[in-house]
């Protein structure tokens, strides 16, 4: 009991430091197109909801099944955790090493029954299961005397004991009754805890796009958990960053030098990135799969090659047409012409892109099992190296 209450102290903990917002990137002056929502979040999407559990707990030598522990949970509902209406959705996978639940049934009804939950690879079970036994006590499933949730990952292996299986379903229930509007907390967060983008810390990130009045004025929101990439292809705004910081690589502490000794722990090539995109533009599920995969464009746009081991998994919905999978009858329902998707397009691929950065950015320097530390991209130098090339917004 008493390292249970340990670990709650150091969740609580965690998550007051995590309140404290870091700067993003318009913040830092990264030149980005589009117009972004009011808060710059998928949660611009009227009615989207997101929460988090962040599990921290224990340092040193990785002991399998005690830690230390640098994982978590992120839930995203399309409709709010008080809805049970399914919205229209698609998916598609980029490249294809990594897991989303659910979506054979996605794909095959052209809805999205619930929420989309994301944490690590080896807790994908524990979850999926939870999000059920979570309706079933909540008397949702009224409608359904079955449930097919949609829970994806990526893998957090180099900095938690992944193989601890440290996730419970009353984490995964703890996420999923967190979720809330507003703005998104970003960066070691959720299911984000332990992960690495571009060999720099990575985990959550959103942001978002408002199309003008004469496209629709529809809004598209994204959510990443990022945890993909070699530092060497990674552009922002088109910036070689990757070939101008080229140190601050993960490491086993002490480090030395230039703190570049990669440990086999978190090899360059292995990682993910998980992408929820979501509008209020009324499109169909056979659209929603053309939004899904700009998502990947996005990820092109800072240098993302979907490497061999990279699961790269995107999901997309809309919460236009409530009650449309509801009705007995003929269901009416609205999509704008494909002649008017270009907008939506470029949102997406500007919100991911945006969402990646913001990923980075929120993320702290984290030290986790054995030592590995894995550094958060430095603003300053950042700031320094788009200098360089003259794309710092003043």
């Known amino acids: 009991m008493k390292v249970r209450t340990s670990l709650l102290a150091l969740i609580v903990t965690a998550a007051a430091a995590h309140g404290q917002r870091r700067e993003r990137a318009r913040d830092v002056g990264i030149p980005l197109e589009g117009t972004p929502g009011p808060l710059d979040a998928i949660t611009d999407v009227a009615g989207v909801e997101v929460g988090h559990r962040t599990l921290l707990s224990g340092s040193g030598r990785l002991v399998v099944g005690k830690g230390p522990v640098r994982t978590g949970v992120t839930a995203i509902f399309p409709r709010g955790r008080d809805s049970a209406d399914p919205v229209f959705a698609a998916w598609f996978t980029m490249n294809g090493n990594g897991e989303m639940t659910g979506t054979t049934w996605v794909e095959e009804s052209g809805f999205l029954w619930g929420p989309v939950a994301i944490t690590n690879t080896h807790s994908v079970g524990v979850v999926r299961d939870a999000v059920i036994e979570w309706y079933v006590r909540k008397e949702r499933l009224h409608h359904d005397e079955w449930s097919l949730p949609v829970v994806a990952e990526t893998w957090d292996g180099g900095l938690n004991d992944i193989n601890g299986f440290h996730v419970t379903k009353q984490d995964a229930w703890a996420a999923l009754d967190s979720a809330r509007g507003g703005p998104v907390v970003e960066g070691n967060v959720g299911g984000g805890t332990g992960m690495v983008c571009n060999q720099f810390k990575g985990g959550i990130g959103t942001a978002s796009r408002r199309l003008e009045t004469r496209d629709g004025g529809y809004t598209v929101g994204v959510l990443v958990q990022c945890n993909y990439g070699r530092r060497r292809p990674l552009r922002i705004a088109g910036v070689p960053v990757g ?51 700009r998502a990947a464009l996005g990820v092109g746009r800072m240098g993302g090659l979907a490497g061999n081991s990279s699961g790269d998994i995107f999901i997309a919905f809309s919460t236009a047409n409530p009650r449309a999978s509801r009705d007995s009858g003929l269901a009416q329902v609205a999509m704008i012409s494909n002649d008017q998707i270009t907008p939506l397009f470029e949102a997406t691929v500007q919100a991911t892109e945006e969402a990646i950065i913001n990923a980075m950015l929120a993320a702290q320097t984290m030290t986790g099992a054995d030592d590995v530390t894995v550094y958060a991209l430095p603003h300053d130098r950042l700031r320094e190296t788009l200098r360089k090339y003259n794309r710092l917004n003043p």
């Open 243 to 293: 070939q101008e910081i080229t140190d601050l690589t993960p490491c086993r502490e002490p480090c030395r030098g230039s703190r570049s000794g990669l440990p086999v722990a978190i090899p360059p090539d292995f990682g993910s990135i998980i992408i929820v995109v979501a509008t209020d533009a009324p499109l169909l599920s056979h659209q929603l799969k053309r939004l899904a995969k």
